[in-house]
T-cell receptor, first 108, second 114 residues
Framework: DAKTTQPNSMESNEEEPVHLPCNHSTISGTDYIHWYRQLPSQGPEYVIHGLTSNVNNRMASLAIAEDRKSSTLILHRATLRDAAVYYC?????????FGAGTRLTVKP | SAVISQKPSRDICQRGTSLTIQCQVDSQVTMMFWYRQQPGQSLTLIAT?????????ESGFVIDKFPISRPNLTFSTLTVSNMSPEDSSIYLCSHHRGLNTEAFFGQGTRLTVV
């Protein structure tokens, strides 16, 4: 299975954009790229997903490199509530496997 | 979306006993999944539970320790058997409807074994 690599932690200031990177150099052509986040003391929640094209939703944007070997989750204006662990996950099959994720700290 | 209700939300159990965790989905789903999250760690997949077939366990997890039931398309249980302090973790259930869909997670069961 293809692996993902994310920075262990990142910091952001409130109301500023945040770019969370994910490397997946061994991704296969049919692997979907999913992002989830886990707020303290909660189960993971879906953020966004895509296959080849960039995607936007009310929570975030997902920018996928042309060669698909990396992607970036963009939070356009970070709030204190966005402080969480963000997981970049490849889905070649129905089961989902989590890496270590990136712990995002948002400073007021 | 299909909401997942998981219970209990937390429990403190004596070593050697068993605890059954329940997961209820408010609509029919084929695929359900169980995860363990050890303190300060990421989620680890325990098993996939599809209705009408035996659960499929990941390496390091066995049916005798973590028996799973999936009696219908809206319900599943995970039992943590013969517990030891090393089983103290958060256990979560999840479901989705395919690769191109979002997955939903329960709020988790925080288990402490003393």
């Amino acid at each position: 299975d293809a692996k993902t690599t994310q920075p262990n932690s990142m910091e952001s200031n409130e109301e500023e954009p945040v770019h969370l990177p994910c490397n997946h150099s061994t991704i296969s052509g049919t692997d979907y790229i999913h992002w989830y986040r886990q707020l303290p003391s909660q189960g993971p929640e879906y953020v966004i997903h895509g296959l080849t094209s960039n995607v936007n939703n009310r929570m975030a944007s997902l920018a996928i490199a042309e060669d698909r070997k990396s992607s970036t989750l963009i939070l356009h204006r970070a709030t204190l509530r966005d402080a969480a662990v963000y997981y970049c996950i490849l889905r070649p099959r129905n089961d989902m496997r989590f890496g270590a994720g990136t712990r995002l700290t948002v400073k007021p | 979306s299909a909401v997942i209700s998981q219970k209990p939300s937390r429990d403190i159990c004596q070593r050697g006993t068993s605890l059954t965790i329940q997961c209820q989905v408010d609509s029919q789903v084929t695929m359900m999944f169980w995860y363990r999250q050890q303190p300060g760690q990421s989620l680890t997949l325990i098993a996939t539970a599809n209705q009408g077939s035996e659960a499929t366990y990941e390496s390091g997890f066995v049916i005798d320790k973590f028996p799973i039931s999936r009696p219908n398309l809206t319900f599943s249980t995970l039992t943590v058997s013969n517990m030891s302090p090393e089983d103290s973790s958060i256990y979560l259930c999840s479901h989705h409807r395919g690769l191109n869909t979002e997955a939903f997670f329960g709020q988790g069961t925080r288990l402490t074994v003393v």
